[in-house]
């Protein structure tokens, strides 16, 4: 009997080959931003874009090296886990996506 390797629900890309061979793959979700510290300030001075995008959106190209980058199986794992991790109103869509997954739910309807 064959045994299956159960891909984990996220995971955190270290690495630019990492997030690179990731892109390629194009399957899931990458946000990107600041995470805050466990005390709930943000490691930067500047203002985190915390976005998140389909693995294959072409915005990604700009994310830079200093940025917290983590890869997502799906939607619903990306919302909770960016929701308890950075908080709610802390993170958005990239503008792009959001308007490939409105239309995507349209179209389900």
């Known amino acids: 009997m064959l045994t299956q390797q159960k891909l984990p629900a996220f995971r955190n890309l ?9 892109r390629l ?10 995470v805050p510290e ?9 203002s985190p874009s915390n976005l998140l995008h389909f693995a294959r959106c072409s915005k990604l190209e700009k994310v830079t090296e200093t940025e917290t980058k983590i890869w997502f199986k799906s939607v619903r794992v990306a919302i909770e886990h960016l929701d308890g991790l950075i908080g709610t109103k802390r993170w958005k869509w990239c503008k792009i996506c ?4 409105t239309q995507r739910i349209l179209d389900q309807n």
Do not use: M, Y
Request: net charge negative; aromatic share 10%.
């Open 14 to 22: 270290e690495s630019s080959d990492e997030f690179s061979e990731t």
């Open 25 to 34: 793959e194009a399957i899931g979700f990458i946000f990107h931003g600041v």
């Open 38 to 46: 466990t005390n709930g300030k943000a490691s930067h001075g500047r």
């Open 98 to 101: 959001e308007r490939e997954i």
